[in-house]
Each structure stands twice: as structure tokens, then as C-alpha cells.
């Protein structure tokens, strides 16, 4: 059996790696001409996420590249501490969530995946796909044609691939919020090392960790309106924080953004396969960033889809049994996450009230007991 796999970013290299694992080939498609590797800024692989790839052996050269980052401490945009909370639970040999650049994690996935043998064409982006029953073609905008047993897209939030597959699937939703990111050097930021500091400010969310070597890894959340794009981001998020008790403006105004991206997150899709064609991670149920669990999703996607291809009759069944263990999980996810966003997005009457409930609800989320469904998923093949 050949699976042809549609995109190359994080989902497609570990989905690529989890089939052959169970004696399925697989070739990976990217739309692109080139990698990625200096795409994006950074973002969180959550505990349960990195117990999955540990099952394929592919978890230490990631830790390698990441800082340990396993608690989060919550505080208003007056500087009041508002509470704790566990960014992940430990596995059983001490690993805790980490953060990485994402051309790090990309870059050291990829070629883990190149190592094993998979091949990786790039410039092939999807335009159609044919599924003739007893197998699936792909047709690329460059003329070009793949021809396998399964079609699984990891092609993303805007996935061509659901598109095809249904065209009536829901449309990305936008969360209300942009996203930005940046690393400074010798920023002067004191702090734990280990910690995610996350702000709620008055007019934006402000969140930022200090590693070890001393550069301050920070992200902003700012609510906008899509597509009100200015020609230079950086004095509008320094305004949106200047009257918040902490140094985001300053950090902003001193450092360089490096991102800037609208936040979108899918509502239920309701096909996620139909013949020889699955969508998996993005694709099927992106979550906003704000529950950090998007890559980590995408990832358990990855061993259970090969498990299910491994222990079922067919690929019907294997998807129909995919399907029925991913789905709850992933919209639990996706709307927990959305839950934060909107908070991040509150207006002065809601922030008001935020600020004084949200310490009642750390309490009682502050025992790693209560987030155990989201962290405690085992993965396995």
C-alpha cells in the first residue's frame, strides 16, 4: 500500500513516518518550491504531543532544539498576579512541554523523515484528485501526477484538500485576533526560566518566557478587525500595550516582530474522509494557538491513523475508526482553545469581569488533574 500525503509541514513528515512504521509507503507532495525552515516564529509541543512522537523515536533531536517551558503564571494588564496553571503534565521520564521555533521543529522533522527514505517533492501543489476506487490520483498545478492507495491531506487550515473532498465544508473562522511573535537578545527581562508569563492586558494579551541563555521569547495577541493591515505593525501593538504595567511596549519597540498572522481555527467539519481521501491534523480541526496544542494534535493524528490503518480490514474501516477516536478529542481541543481566544478578545465590560473571575477558575484548574484530559492522551500504535 502507498499513501500519497498532501503537505509538508509538521503533520505530513510524522504522518509519513507513522505509516511506514506499519509497513505503508508513503510520499510527501508540498506546495511550495521550497521548505520552510524560515517560516513562522515559534510555538508550544505540548507533553502529550511529544510522548506521541517519542513512539516514534523522533522526540530528543526536537528537545535538542527547544526550552523546557511547563508552567504558565497568568497576570492582569495592571500587574496583578491572577494565578498558576501547568502547561502539560511530565511524562514518565520527566519530559515536560517545550517550545521551539518552528523552523526548528519543521527542519528537524523533515529530515528525520528524508533519513528514513520518503521522499519529498516540493512545487506540487494540489489542484484536483481522482478517486477511481481502486486507487487515487493526484494532479498538481504543474502538470504532474501522483498515483497511490490513499490520499491524506496535511495541507493546513486552508486545505485544498478539504475543499475537494467537500465543498460545502465550513470555511476557516477568524478568532478575532492577529498574531505576533518575536525573540530579543540581552532584552534585560528577568524571569524564571521555564515560565510562560501571560498577560492580559488592556487592550491586547502579551505572553513571553525567558530561556536560560537569556533572550526573551515573547507573543501578542492583538483583537482587529480581518484584514485591517497597517503598514507598520509595530507602533500600533506598542499603543496597544504602552498603558499596561509591564515592559511589552518597550520589549516591542526595541525588538523586531517577526510574525504577523490573522488566527483561524475550523467550526466541526463535518466530512473528514469519503473514499481513499482523509484529512488529518489542520486539515480536519485546526485550533487556534491559544491552547497550544496545534502541532501536538496533529501528531497523535499521525500514530493513530497508522494504528487504525494497521488493525483494520480496510481503509474504510480504518477511517471510520479514525475518525471515531480523533473526533471528540480534537473538538474538545478546538473549543477549549476558541474559549481563550475570546477572552484575549474581551471588551472593557467583559475584561472587568475576566479579571475577577479568572482567578477563581485557575484555582480550580491549578490541580494537573483538571487539564489530564488534554495532556494524558496516550497515543500509541
Known sequence: MKALIIGCGIGGPVTAMALREVGIDAEIFEAYGQGAEDVGSFLNIASNGLAALRVLGAHRKVLATAIPTPRMVMWSGSGKRLGEVANGLRLDD??????????????TIRDEAAQRGIPISYGKRLISYDDRGTDVVARFEDGTEATGDLLIACDGVH???????DPQAPAPRYSGLYSFGGIVKDAGVTGEPGVYNMVFGKRAFF????????????FANLPRRLGDVPADWKPVLVKAFENDANFSAELIANGDVELALPVHDLPPVPVWHRGRVLLTGDAAHATSPSSGQG???????????????????DHRQAFERFEAERRPRVERV????????????AGPVARVFRDLMLPIFLKKSASQESLAWMYRYQASL
Open 94 to 107: 520527566g519530559t515536560v512541554s517545550h517550545t521551539v521555533l518552528r523552523s526548528d521543529l519543521y527542519r
Open 159 to 165: 486545505s485544498r484538500t478539504r475543499q475537494l473532498l
Open 207 to 218: 505572553g513571553y518566557s525567558v530561556a536560560e541563555s537569556g533572550e526573551t521569547w515573547w
Open 295 to 313: 502541532a501536538s494534535l496533529a501528531i497523535e493524528d499521525a500514530i493513530v491513523l497508522a494504528r487504525c490503518l494497521r488493525d483494520s480490514g
Open 334 to 345: 478546538v473549543a477549549y482553545s476558541r474559549t481563550i481566544s475570546n477572552s484575549k478578545a
